[in-house]
């Protein structure tokens, strides 16, 4: 890198047409109250009578002694306040005072700028005159700003002339020149006669404003390009004498808009270097030659601005949210400060907007922190070239960080009942202006229920949300309660200004459902077990349409394939200990064995476990209701002599059952029986049997295991293959029995010992599976 002196002509276009690297002016403010001070790359805490209440408490509620407009930024400042610019749609320009946070809107501009006095200009690009006049505003005061502005009409400076900043009291234009350059021109605002001069001052170069570095000490930095030689270089003009400085760069080298200090001239650059660009920083202390580079993983389009002998950069947000919004959250780039010297850095913000250069080299930023909110913050240089002092000087009254605060409403454990109608939860947050995310996730299964509120909710602190109580998982068409277990509730909170960070708040809670004979899924409905004709297990999900009423299919799910191998299955309710129901199979060599439900609905079956022997002595077993009264589920199963034997269920997986007990003989009639749980309104569970001939018998539990004399239900029912207690599948409380032969039919319990059972209604519950056993 050579240095060197010289004058340079514009090159390039219309700053303002769809110039590649928009500008972002470095202008002017300055400070008061409410010192911070950077140390150890945090801010240290504000005086207690000026600081908020606790981290991220910068409440909407608090009053700040200056105020800074939400959804805008700093375009702007001097001495005696600064000028901001909402976001989106037709820009309002504002000037607030500091002595005491009062505030004027400046009419009819569309572009407005101040340079480190209290002057501001604006241009209204839509009037007649199309940019052409200028309005110069006196601010220092209220006193002064009601004095009518001073219009400078640039056509009477000569043709071509367009506006592009202020630096102190020079007006900084471009204009086209007959050859199709552009040159640089100043004009000072002092009363005397306007007379526009050219700054850049020699025959060869074109130049351009490249964004660059206004200051109140009115340097300016330009980008320019020396045609002949096909060179690139800044230039940094003294607009009051006319000095210029040239810092030449080689082709290799792709510099962006740089900065300027009373100190240091400093650009980002990335150089070519064993065939790879590696990015970096070029700076220069002004009045000595040589440059220094300091290495930099920030990306080239990162804005840089000086302050003294210091380097602030950081990821600026976009007015959308949409940065660092998107970064995950403990990722974004903070506002950093490094050491020209030293390389020393430290972070003084969580992010930023805006940043323009304010009057004794400090450095006014939109930006915010946890612990002190989001506001103006004014970053000075030190005299002993020291770490910058950062201080708040005017707050939005926003938290930076969105954060749940009291009056949030979230249950810890939720049972099968509270679920019926639907749950309401609620979250205050510490802030608004937020786009907001609620994500309702079953924990063991990983499915999700997710809700959007876009910002500018009506209340986007308080967030509302009604559960209906459904299951996460949701196929199409179909839909069943919540399953029991853990879930988890995450809220993304997203400032739509783009300075706060993107924060995730989540908790947890418990879903508690009774254990029920044939419930595996957890979600309080019944479900029905089939054997494909393939081997293939499957689980059904039922769902009442309506309390009391019929029952349609919620979900399937296959379990998986093998179980051909079986010529026995049974639900057998929860006979393992655990909440979820468990079956039984007996293989064809008579060994029983035990597979633990787990209200997994994705693995409804873990493992199987032998149980014993010898089970081929029986025609049939059925298991899953309470017949002792004891709140354990047992087991019934009739011998090929026709008698009837208990075996109580301890709630052991290793030892499910103890010793057999004899119950009963002269079952040998029958060639189905079912236990269908507390069928009937009596004391415990109940049989079902059915004889040869079709007829259907009732048999009530005394709780004691034993049984009362059978009532006949009725006749018919030697059409159908299986009979399965599957216990409440409508919904209204009672006991049920499905009957399956090729399809389902519900017969829904009465709770009437003298007629127990409905019509049956059929339906469709296994979505067509062609099945051989059903339980």
Same mark, same amino acid.
């Given at each position: 890198?050579?240095?060197?002196?010289?004058?340079?002509?514009?090159?390039?276009?219309?700053?303002?047409?769809?110039?590649?690297?928009?500008?972002?002016?470095?202008?002017?403010?300055?400070?008061?109250?409410?010192?911070?001070?950077?140390?150890?790359?945090?801010?240290?805490?504000?005086?207690?009578?000026?600081?908020?209440?606790?981290?991220?408490?910068?409440?909407?509620?608090?009053?700040?002694?200056?105020?800074?407009?939400?959804?805008?930024?700093?375009?702007?400042?001097?001495?005696?306040?600064?000028?901001?610019?909402?976001?989106?749609?037709?820009?309002?320009?504002?000037?607030?005072?500091?002595?005491?946070?009062?505030?004027?809107?400046?009419?009819?501009?569309?572009?407005?700028?101040?340079?480190?006095?209290?002057?501001?200009?604006?241009?209204?690009?839509?009037?007649?005159?199309?940019?052409?006049?200028?309005?110069?505003?006196?601010?220092?005061?209220?006193?002064?700003?009601?004095?009518?502005?001073?219009?400078?009409?640039?056509?009477?400076?000569?043709?071509?002339?367009?506006?592009?900043?202020?630096?102190?009291?020079?007006?900084?234009?471009?204009?086209?020149?007959?050859?199709?350059?552009?040159?640089?021109?100043?004009?000072?605002?002092?009363?005397?006669?306007?007379?526009?001069?050219?700054?850049?001052?020699?025959?060869?170069?074109?130049?351009?404003?490249?964004?660059?570095?206004?200051?109140?000490?009115?340097?300016?930095?330009?980008?320019?390009?020396?045609?002949?030689?096909?060179?690139?270089?800044?230039?940094?003009?003294?607009?009051?004498?006319?000095?210029?400085?040239?810092?030449?760069?080689?082709?290799?080298?792709?510099?962006?808009?740089?900065?300027?200090?009373?100190?240091?001239?400093?650009?980002?650059?990335?150089?070519?270097?064993?065939?790879?660009?590696?990015?970096?920083?070029?700076?220069?202390?002004?009045?000595?030659?040589?440059?220094?580079?300091?290495?930099?993983?920030?990306?080239?389009?990162?804005?840089?601005?000086?302050?003294?002998?210091?380097?602030?950069?950081?990821?600026?947000?976009?007015?959308?949210?949409?940065?660092?919004?998107?970064?995950?959250?403990?990722?974004?780039?903070?506002?950093?400060?490094?050491?020209?010297?030293?390389?020393?850095?430290?972070?003084? =913000?969580?992010?930023?907007?805006?940043?323009?250069?304010?009057?004794?080299?400090?450095?006014?930023?939109?930006?915010?922190?946890?612990?002190?909110?989001?506001?103006?913050?004014?970053?000075?240089?030190?005299?002993?070239?020291?770490?910058?002092?950062?201080?708040?000087?005017?707050?939005?009254?926003?938290?930076?960080?969105?954060?749940?605060?009291?009056?949030?409403?979230?249950?810890?454990?939720?049972?099968?009942?509270?679920?019926?109608?639907?749950?309401?939860?609620?979250?205050?947050?510490?802030?608004?202006?937020?786009?907001?995310?609620?994500?309702?996730?079953?924990?063991?299964?990983?499915?999700?229920?997710?809700?959007?509120?876009?910002?500018?909710?009506?209340?986007?602190?308080?967030?509302?949300?009604?559960?209906?109580?459904?299951?996460?998982?949701?196929?199409?068409?179909?839909?069943?309660?919540?399953?029991?277990?853990?879930?988890?509730?995450?809220?993304?909170?997203?400032?739509?200004?783009?300075?706060? #960070?993107?924060?995730?708040?989540?908790?947890?809670?418990?879903?508690?459902?009774?254990?029920?004979?044939?419930?595996?899924?957890?979600?309080?409905?019944?479900?029905?077990?089939?054997?494909?004709?393939?081997?293939?297990?499957?689980?059904?999900?039922?769902?009442?349409?309506?309390?009391?009423?019929? #029952?349609?299919?919620?979900?399937?799910?296959?379990?998986? /394939?093998?179980?051909?191998?079986?010529?026995?299955?049974?639900?057998?309710?929860?006979?393992?200990?655990?909440?979820?129901?468990?079956?039984?199979?007996?293989?064809?060599?008579?060994?029983?064995?035990?597979?633990?439900?787990?209200?997994?609905?994705?693995?409804?079956?873990?493992?199987?476990?032998?149980?014993?022997?010898?089970?081929?002595?029986?025609?049939?077993?059925?298991?899953? /209701?309470?017949?002792?009264?004891? /709140?354990?589920?047992?087991?019934?199963?009739?011998?090929?002599?026709?008698?009837?034997?208990?075996?109580?269920?301890?709630?052991?997986?290793?030892?499910?059952?103890?010793?057999?007990?004899?119950?009963?003989?002269?079952?040998? #009639?029958?060639?189905?029986?079912?236990?269908?749980?507390? =069928?009937?309104?009596?004391?415990?569970?109940? =049989?079902?049997?059915?004889?040869?001939?079709?007829?259907?018998?009732?048999?009530?539990?005394?709780?004691?295991?034993?049984?009362?004399?059978?009532?006949?239900?009725?006749?018919?029912?030697?059409?159908?293959?299986?009979?399965v207690g599957v216990g409440d599948a409508n919904g209204d409380g009672r006991a049920d029995l499905i009957a399956s032969s090729g399809g389902t039919t519900l017969y829904a319990g009465t709770g009437d010992w003298k007629a127990p059972l409905k019509g049956g209604v059929k339906t469709d519950l296994t979505s067509g599976v062609p099945y051989n056993t059903a339980f």
């Open positions: 890198m050579r240095t060197g002196t010289g004058s340079f002509a514009i090159h390039g276009k219309n700053p303002y047409v769809n110039h590649p690297y928009p500008r972002g002016r470095r202008l002017a403010a300055v400070a008061v109250t409410l010192v911070l001070a950077a140390t150890g790359g945090a801010l240290t805490a504000l005086p207690a009578t000026a600081a908020p209440a606790g981290p991220g408490a910068a409440q909407e509620d608090q009053q700040a002694p200056v105020p800074f407009p939400r959804n805008a930024d700093v375009v702007g400042a001097g001495p005696s306040g600064f000028l901001s610019q909402t976001r989106g749609g037709t820009p309002e320009f504002r000037w607030t005072w500091y002595a005491d946070g009062s505030s004027i809107v400046l009419p009819g501009a569309t572009t407005a700028a101040a340079g480190g006095t209290d002057l501001v200009v604006t241009v209204d690009r839509t009037a007649p005159v199309a940019g052409r006049v200028l309005k110069v505003y006196d601010l220092s005061t209220p006193a002064t700003a009601a004095v009518a502005p001073q219009e400078v009409d640039l056509e009477a400076l000569g043709d071509g002339f367009f506006f592009e900043g202020l630096a102190g009291k020079t007006l900084l234009l471009g204009r086209y020149e007959a050859s199709g350059a552009a040159r640089q021109y100043a004009v000072t605002l002092d009363g005397g006669p306007l007379k526009a001069r050219w700054l850049t001052g020699s025959v060869g170069f074109d130049c351009y404003d490249g964004g660059g570095g206004w200051t109140d000490t009115a340097s300016a930095l330009y980008e320019c390009r020396y045609d002949d030689a096909g060179l690139d270089a800044k230039v940094l003009v003294d607009p009051a004498s006319g000095t210029t400085h040239t810092y030449l760069q080689f082709d290799d080298q792709w510099a962006r808009d740089g900065a300027v200090s009373a100190t240091h001239v400093a650009w980002r650059e990335a150089r070519m270097s064993e065939g790879r660009a590696v990015h970096g920083i070029v700076a220069h202390q002004r009045g000595k030659n040589g440059e220094l580079w300091i290495p930099s993983d920030d990306p080239l389009d990162d804005p840089m601005y000086l302050v003294g002998s210091w380097t602030a950069s950081g990821q600026k947000a976009h007015i959308d949210g949409s940065a660092p919004g998107d970064a995950p959250a403990g990722t974004v780039r903070p506002f950093t400060l490094q050491s020209i010297e030293t390389r020393e850095k430290t972070a003084v =913000l969580t992010a930023f907007s805006s940043a323009v250069a304010g009057p004794g080299g400090s450095l006014l930023v939109r930006g915010g922190t946890p612990e002190h909110g989001e506001g103006l913050y004014r970053i000075s240089p030190r005299a002993d070239g020291g770490r910058p002092t950062v201080e708040l000087v005017a707050s939005t009254g926003q938290a930076t960080l969105p954060t749940l605060t009291s009056g949030s409403t979230v249950p810890k454990t939720l049972s099968g009942d509270q679920l019926a109608g639907g749950v309401d939860f609620s979250w205050n947050l510490s802030r608004g202006d937020v786009a907001v995310r609620v994500a309702l996730k079953h924990v063991r299964s990983g499915q999700s229920l997710v809700q959007e509120w876009p910002a500018g909710a009506a209340d986007p602190r308080r967030i509302d949300w009604h559960w209906d109580g459904k299951d996460p998982e949701r196929p199409a068409g179909m839909s069943s309660p919540a399953r029991a277990g853990e879930y988890e509730w995450e809220i993304t909170a997203t400032p739509d200004d783009g300075i706060g #960070v993107r924060q995730k708040l989540s908790g947890r809670f418990t879903v508690t459902r009774p254990p029920a004979p044939h419930d595996f899924d957890g979600d309080g409905t019944a479900d029905l077990l089939v054997r494909e004709v393939n081997g293939d297990l499957w689980e059904f999900g039922t769902r009442p349409v309506a309390p009391g009423g019929s #029952v349609e299919l919620a979900s399937g799910t296959r379990v998986g /394939g093998g179980w051909q191998s079986y010529d026995r299955l049974e639900a057998a309710g929860n006979i393992a200990g655990t909440t979820a129901p468990d079956v039984l199979a007996r293989d064809g060599s008579g060994v029983l064995w035990l597979y633990q439900g787990t209200g997994d609905r994705d693995k409804p079956l873990s493992g199987r476990t032998r149980i014993g022997g010898g089970w081929q002595t029986y025609d049939r077993i059925a298991a899953g /209701g309470d017949v002792t009264g004891d /709140g354990r589920a047992d087991a019934v199963a009739t011998d090929k002599a026709g008698v009837l034997w208990l075996y109580p269920g301890t709630g052991n997986a290793t030892t499910p059952f103890s010793a057999r007990k004899r119950v009963g003989s002269g079952w040998g #009639v029958y060639n189905e029986i079912a236990a269908v749980g507390n =069928l009937a309104g009596g004391p415990a569970g109940d =049989l079902l049997a059915r004889d040869r001939t079709g007829v259907l018998w009732l048999y009530l539990g005394k709780g004691d295991g034993t049984f009362a004399a059978r009532t006949r239900i009725g006749a018919g029912w030697g059409g159908f293959k299986d009979l």
